[in-house]
C-alpha cells in the first residue's frame, strides 16, 4: 500500500504480559532485565526487543474508557518504550469487574502522581472517568428496550440493483416501510451514478435523512475537500471507508495515521470519520495482532469512530460484546447484518446472531446508528430492506 503518511514510530510486536508483571513494583523506566554474562550479545538483543511494549495506543488520544465522562481528558502520555498510560491498563484486562478495573487504574494513576507522570489532578481525572464508565459492569437485556426508530437507518448497498436506474421509486419504497435515515456509498460525486448533490434532494423528498455516507480511502488521502462537499451535500456527520485484505500491519498503521490526520480536518467541519470492516481485520498477523487492534489503538478516540459491521465480525469468530468490552465508546454506528445458519446473509432478526445481547452493551459501545444490510437480498432489496426494518423495530433487548 502506499501512503503519504508516516507511521508512528513506536512499532512493538509483542503480546502485552510485560507491563503487567511489572506495575506493581515499578512503573519506570519500562527497561529490559539485563542479560547474564554467558549469554552473547546476540541473545541480548533479542532478549530487549521481546520486553518492549506491546503494540498497542499511541500519544494521540486522551486516556479514554467511553464517552462523556469516561474521558478523562488526559494525554495518553508515553511511559517509555512507547508504552502509553493506556497501554499499562490494558495489560491487566480483561477485570473480573468494575470494581477491579477501577482499583487497577487508581493504583497506576497514584504510581504515576508519585513518579511526577501526572499531576495530581490528572491523576484524580483519570480514576474519576474509569469510575464513571462501564467497564466490568454486566449489561443484561432485559426485553424492555427497543432500538428508537429514529437512529434505525438502511445502507443502500442493499438496494444498489434498483437506486441507479430507479432512485426515486427506490427511497420511496423504503420511507413507506418505515425507514427514516439512509446510508449511501460509493465515492466523490458518484453515488449510484449520480453526483451528491443530484441523489441528495431525491433522498430528502422521500422523506429520508443520510447522517453517514460510504467513501473510498483515496479519497480522503487525494480529495478531502470533495469529501467534505459531498458529505455537506447530504448533511451526513459521518463519513466512512472500509479497508483491504492485503493490508500488513505497516499498513493499519498508516492508515491509522490517514485516519488521525483527515479526521483533525473534518472534525472542524463537523464530521467524523469512520472505519468499517470486513473480517479480514481480525485475522493475527505478527506477534498474533490483529489489524483491527491497529485501527482502533493507534486512532484518536475524539477523532475517529468504527462503524462495526456485525456480521462481518461474528463470521470470523469476533464476538462484537467482547470487542465493545475492549474498546467502550469506540462504536458509533452498527451494521445490522444477520447470518444464516450456513453462514450467508440473513434478514435482521431472521438468522443466528443474538442482537439483543449485543445491543445490551449499545450504550457502552456509544452507538449513534442502526444501520441494517443484506449483501445478498432476497428476493429483491426492497422487500428485504423491509423486512429487516420490521423485524428490528419489533425487537426488545
Not at 449520480?194 to 422523506?207: I, Q, Y
Request: charged letters at 20%; a negative charge.
Amino acid at each position: 500500500m502506499t501512503s503519504s503518511f508516516v507511521r508512528p514510530s513506536h512499532r512493538r510486536p509483542r503480546a502485552r504480559h510485560l507491563l503487567a508483571a511489572s506495575l506493581a513494583a515499578t512503573l519506570l523506566p519500562l527497561t529490559a532485565a539485563p542479560a547474564s554474562a554467558a549469554e552473547p550479545e546476540t541473545a541480548a538483543a533479542e532478549q530487549v526487543a521481546a520486553d518492549l511494549c506491546p503494540w498497542g495506543y499511541t500519544t494521540s488520544s486522551t486516556v479514554f474508557f467511553g464517552r462523556d465522562r469516561a474521558d478523562s481528558g488526559v494525554p495518553n502520555r508515553d511511559l517509555g518504550d512507547g508504552c502509553t498510560i493506556l497501554d499499562a491498563i490494558w495489560a491487566e484486562a480483561p477485570f473480573a469487574d468494575h470494581g477491579s478495573f477501577v482499583r487497577t487504574v487508581s493504583g497506576l494513576a497514584n504510581a504515576l502522581r508519585q513518579d511526577g507522570v501526572l499531576t495530581p489532578e490528572d491523576s484524580a481525572s483519570i480514576v474519576r472517568a474509569a469510575a464513571d464508565s462501564e467497564i466490568g459492569q454486566p449489561q443484561p437485556a432485559p426485553g424492555t428496550r427497543a432500538v428508537p426508530d429514529d437512529r434505525i437507518g438502511l445502507v443502500l448497498y442493499t438496494v444498489r440493483a434498483t437506486m441507479p436506474g430507479a432512485p426515486e421509486a427506490t427511497l420511496a419504497a423504503l420511507a413507506a416501510c418505515g425507514y427514516r435515515n439512509a446510508e449511501p456509498s460509493g465515492s466523490v460525486n458518484n453515488f449510484y451514478g449520480k453526483r451528491a448533490d443530484a441523489l441528495a434532494p431525491l433522498v430528502a423528498d422521500a422523506g429520508l435523512s443520510v447522517p453517514s455516507i460510504g467513501i473510498s480511502l483515496g479519497d480522503l488521502q487525494n480529495n478531502l475537500d470533495g469529501v467534505i462537499a459531498n458529505a455537506r451535500a447530504f448533511g451526513a456527520k459521518y463519513v466512512r471507508i472500509s479497508g483491504s485484505g492485503s493490508w500488513t500491519l505497516d499498513d493499519y498503521s498508516e492508515v491509522a495515521a490517514t485516519l488521525n490526520e483527515v479526521g483533525a480536518k473534518l472534525k472542524q467541519a463537523g464530521i467524523t470519520v469512520a472505519y468499517h470492516n470486513h473480517g479480514f481485520e481480525f485475522t493475527t498477523q505478527e506477534g498474533g495482532v490483529r489489524g483491527y487492534d491497529v485501527l482502533v489503538r493507534e486512532t484518536d478516540p475524539n477523532l475517529v469512530a468504527m462503524e462495526l459491521d456485525l456480521y462481518w465480525a461474528s463470521s470470523v469468530g469476533a464476538d462484537p460484546v467482547d470487542l465493545i468490552k475492549q474498546y467502550p465508546g469506540r462504536f458509533s454506528l452498527f451494521h445490522v447484518k444477520d447470518m444464516a445458519a450456513n453462514g450467508s446473509f440473513a434478514d435482521v432478526g431472521e438468522g443466528t446472531i443474538d442482537f439483543a445481547r449485543i445491543f445490551a452493551y449499545s450504550e457502552m459501545g456509544g452507538v449513534d446508528l442502526y444501520l441494517t444490510e443484506n449483501d445478498s437480498p432476497r428476493p429483491d432489496g426492497v422487500s428485504s430492506a423491509c423486512d429487516s426494518y420490521a423485524n428490528l423495530r419489533a425487537l426488545r433487548y
